[in-house]
């Protein structure tokens, strides 16, 4: 599958950005889908996932209350609403997906068989 992330941008903290990431070339309800972030000199890390039919969400504590995953499974869609965002949210963010039927839950990045190419979201202070 084949997966391409957008909307990033530069926003003033406490603002809101929508991430979409549109995939192709699969099945797309027969992935597990996560967004991960890397910060500049920092590992990437586990933002948030979900299930392949929505039924089940996971975040990291760091964004939970703020972010929020979701998904159009007719439109072969994954989106992060980002909302109060802070200048430490500040990294490069990527789409994953997993082939698999589970629930979402705290994946690590070799959990994820396919990525795309991140984008960057820029919060001020």
């Known amino acids: 599958v084949q997966l391409q992330a957008s909307g990033g941008g530069l926003v003033q903290a406490g603002g809101s950005l929508r991430l979409p990431c549109a995939a192709s070339?699969?099945?797309?309800?027969?992935?597990?889908m996560a967004w991960f972030r890397q910060a500049p000199g920092k590992e990437r890390e586990f933002v948030a996932a979900?299930?392949?039919?929505?039924?089940?969400?996971s975040y990291a504590d760091s964004v939970k209350g703020r972010f929020t995953i979701s998904r159009d499974n007719k439109k072969n869609t994954v989106y992060l609403q980002m909302n109060s965002l802070k200048p430490e949210d500040t990294a490069v963010y990527y789409c994953?997906?997993?082939?698999?039927?589970?629930?979402?839950?705290?994946?690590?990045?070799?959990?994820?068989?396919?990525w795309g190419k991140g984008t960057l979201v820029t919060v001020s202070s």
């Open positions: 979900i299930s392949w039919g929505g039924g089940s969400t």
């Open positions: 070339g699969r099945t797309f309800s027969d992935y597990r």
């Open positions: 994953a997906a997993d082939k698999s039927y589970s629930s979402a839950t705290m994946l690590q990045r070799d959990d994820m068989a396919y």
